[in-house]
């Protein structure tokens, strides 16, 4: 008799725009959970259908995906429909995302677990988009390096 034990495998979603220290904490939260963190990295398509326009492309953010020593696999996110397919394909035990999404994926229950990880603080890649405007206006305006305007 074999001694082989079944690799678990985690599955999240993500655009990954602008990847930044709360993604490689949230891959490596991700990857202590099982043996093979594969991620679906939604392609530009999909993120104008969710009206969402990213800075980095699709090919560009699989790459440095692809580079983070936690994930296993890349794969594309096409369409909101895909994940149940996708659970049953990878043959994923756990479902993860992060907890602004808590409850959205519940009905993925039958098939693995789901669970809801909390945000990095301090960081999101809208909080950099917002930063790098703020810099460019007083730039704009003339205004010192130390100028901040406020949120």
């Known amino acids: 008799m074999s001694d082989q034990r079944q690799l678990r495998t985690i599955l999240t979603y ?3 725009d602008l990847f ?6 949230l891959l ?11 991620v679906a990295c939604s392609t530009d398509e999909f993120n104008a259908v969710k009206g969402k326009k990213t800075v980095v492309p699709y090919e560009h953010r699989v790459e440095v995906l692809e580079a ?13 429909a895909q994940k149940r397919d996708d ?9 993860a995302m992060g ?3 808590a409850g959205k994926f519940d009905e993925l229950a039958d098939l693995c677990d789901v669970v809801y990880l909390p945000r990095t603080e301090d960081i999101s ?16 305006l003339g205004l010192p390096d130390t100028f901040s305007f406020a949120d």
Do not use: S
């Open 14 to 16: 993500g655009t990954f």
């Open 20 to 25: 930044h220290f709360g993604h490689v904490r």
């Open 28 to 38: 490596q939260r991700l990857a202590k959970m099982g043996d093979r963190l594969i």
């Open 68 to 80: 983070c020593r936690y994930v296993d696999q890349v794969i594309p996110e096409y369409d909101w």
């Open 87 to 95: 659970v049953v394909k990878y043959n994923v035990d756990v479902f």
């Open 99 to 101: 907890d602004d999404w």
């Open 125 to 140: 890649t809208t909080d950099l988009k917002r930063a790098v405007i703020r810099t460019q206006n007083a730039r704009a």
